[in-house]
């Protein structure tokens, strides 16, 4: 079993930056592909960001492209999601995920074996 606890989500205004952080245990954080989905109110769950076990390719939505970083640290088990020019489209909870197998699996809900409590980011304008 993984446990995933997020932190770092808060209140900010629209343009400004967070980072939000995932600290994974209870498996080798190598073995999985990392991502970060959200979820606004009244809407689905979308997948944010991806990356893969050893940090060499990522992958993003297209709504948060040049905006949001995605990078992990295997060795201190944990995952990153920098988060820039904030838009008020933005707030939703969000949720660090993890998942085993091929890299397509973070990409969607169905693949995601692990998942953290979630985190609350609110952009005002």
């Known amino acids: 079993q993984m446990r995933l606890v997020e932190s770092g989500g808060g209140l900010v205004l629209a343009g400004g930056s967070l980072r939000l952080s995932c600290a994974a245990s209870?498996?080798?954080?190598?073995?999985?592909?990392m991502g970060w989905f959200r979820q606004a109110p009244g809407e689905e769950r979308e997948s944010v960001a991806g990356?893969?076990?050893?940090?060499?390719?990522?992958y993003y939505a297209d709504s948060v492209k040049g905006r949001f970083t995605i990078s992990r640290d295997n060795a201190k088990n944990m995952v990153y999601l920098q988060m820039n020019s904030l838009e008020p489209e933005d707030t939703a909870v969000y949720y660090c995920?993890?998942?085993?197998?091929?890299?397509?699996?973070?990409?969607?809900?169905?693949?995601?074996?692990?998942w953290g409590q979630g985190t609350q980011v609110t952009v005002s304008s």
């Open positions: 990356i893969t076990g050893g940090g060499l390719a990522r």
């Open positions: 209870g498996r080798n954080l190598r073995n999985y592909a």
């Open positions: 995920a993890a998942a085993a197998g091929t890299f397509n699996n973070i990409k969607r809900e169905q693949g995601v074996d692990y």
